[in-house]
Structures are given as C-alpha cells and as structure tokens.
C-alpha cells in the first residue's frame, strides 16, 4: 500500500510538505498542490488495481484518512 501523508503547517520555506510512503517530503508552493499530487498519484495507483491512503493533519494535530473526492476511472 502506498501512503501519503500531507502535512497540515507550511514548513520554514513556506511550502507544503507531502511524504509518501514516510520518505523525506517533497515540497509545494500550496496545499492544494500537494493534495493534487496525491490524488493524481492514487488515481494511477487505483488504475493499476494497488491500494493506497492519502492522510491529511488537521489544525489540530490530528491525522484523517481523505475520501472527500472521487477516482475517475
């Protein structure tokens, strides 16, 4: 399974940080583009029959698993 894990605070830079599978992030100018990256890489993954999770951290500290979108086949 291939895990995203999309960081809620920007980092000292002021980019985004998205970790894939707990690997050193990479980074965005928004959040919303490292959500786009991780959709377009889970929708390849769903293609391709592979199971994935995008995890996004809340202002709260707290992790949730995101399905707020849908996979075009």
Do not use: V
């Not at 920007?10 to 490292?34: K, Q, T, V």
């Amino acid at each position: 399974m291939m895990t995203f894990d999309l960081f809620h605070d920007a980092a000292d830079d002021g980019s985004y940080a998205l970790s894939i599978n707990e690997s050193a992030p990479l980074h965005f100018a928004s959040r919303g583009a490292a959500l786009g990256y991780a959709i377009k890489l889970a929708n390849q993954r769903h293609q391709q029959g592979l199971d994935y999770a995008i995890n996004i951290e809340g202002g709260d500290g707290r992790w949730r698993l995101f399905n707020g979108w849908r996979l075009c086949a």
